[in-house]
């Protein structure tokens, strides 16, 4: 059999029939290339306790989908850690890291696979990911979190001037979100690679438990001489923070018990930390990382008191 153009890697936790509504949006969307071995499925599981894993290879077994891989991770082990564990799965030119909570449209596979194809200089891609509300998931489409950026978003400036590119550069609100361009960073919800792209950064930063490692990989990508687009011509449904459950428009179908969402708000602020240590901090005078790392704590206690007395 001929190698696969695409290893769909989705990593799953607790979301057992959100990721199963992900699989079977591939398989009937793109029934022959499924069929063919073209697309080749792998779900790795971070030790669900929700029956994942046999729901999971149920599925398999019923499933025309040729090539379906499902992987015990053995644990809960992050984002990173997680989906580092299906790569050795994947044969693919090309790998798409997909969360489970999505669904993905007819054509847009395709349309970004022959983009990548005829763009050989770019070293990732993603779509427009539209919320299940209809609103535009800005994480698809960013900047990357430099002090100024940084201060501009978490101080409200960049809502004030959504369009500015001296305000907004966190969210690249200037650029025409209907097409086609270069961006500084994209979603691990929606990331298609080469597979050899991949190979060349070392995959997934492990540093990173949840949050912060899709601008990681975006930014070390581009230290390659790569760039990263944005395809605003396709897109996929994002329904957002269904195994983290601290996203209040999913609340309804999270299974995310309170210990979880506290473990993973402290991860969350814990990677702007390591972003700016890794990237940034030899760059500037040590007050601003005293400055940065000041308004990090103040906004992780901030979140933390409010989630306890919610609870």
């Avoid at 894993?53 to 082990?77: Q, R, T, W």
């Avoid at 007819?106 to 990548?116: A, E, N, S």
């Avoid at 698809?140 to 959504?162: A, D, E, V």
């Avoid at 997934?204 to 949050?211: C, L, S």
């Amino acid at each position: 059999m001929s190698r696969p153009e695409v290893s769909i890697i989705i990593l799953t936790y607790n979301t057992r029939q959100i990721t199963l509504d992900a699989i079977e949006s591939v398989e009937k969307n793109y029934p022959q290339e499924v069929k063919s071995g073209k697309f080749e499925m792998i779900v790795c599981d971070n030790s669900s306790t929700d029956g994942s894993l046999e729901a999971f290879e149920d599925y398999k077994k019923k499933s025309k989908i040729k090539i379906m891989h499902v992987v015990d991770n053995g644990g809960n082990i992050g984002f990173s850690a997680g989906n580092n564990k299906g790569v050795p799965y994947a044969k693919g030119k090309y790998v798409l890291f997909l969360n489970p909570d999505t669904i993905v449209y007819p054509k847009t596979l395709t349309y970004m696979l022959d983009f990548m194809e005829a763009h050989p200089d770019v070293g990732a891609s993603s779509c427009k990911l539209i919320n299940k509300d209809g609103a535009l998931d800005f994480n698809c489409h960013r900047g990357f979190p430099t002090p100024w950026n940084s201060f501009c978003y978490f101080s409200g400036l960049q809502r004030i001037f959504p369009h500015s590119r001296t305000f907004s550069g966190y969210t690249q609100g200037w650029k025409d979100l209907k097409t086609s361009h270069e961006v500084d960073a994209i979603e691990g919800a929606f990331m298609l690679m080469p597979y050899e792209v991949g190979k060349k950064v070392g995959w997934w930063d492990e540093d990173y438990f949840f949050y912060g490692e899709d601008l990681q990989f975006s930014y070390d990508i581009r230290k390659l001489g790569y760039k990263i687009y944005y395809l605003g011509e396709v897109s996929i449904m994002h329904i957002g923070g269904a195994a983290s459950g601290i996203k209040k428009k999913t609340a309804n179908i999270t299974i995310a018990n309170i210990e979880t969402k506290r473990k993973l708000q402290n991860a969350r602020f814990e990677a702007m930390k390591i972003f700016y240590k890794k990237n940034y901090e030899k760059s500037y005078p040590a007050l601003v990382k005293w400055i940065m790392f000041g308004g990090v704590d103040y906004l992780r206690n901030k979140t933390l008191a409010a989630m306890k007395v919610s609870s």
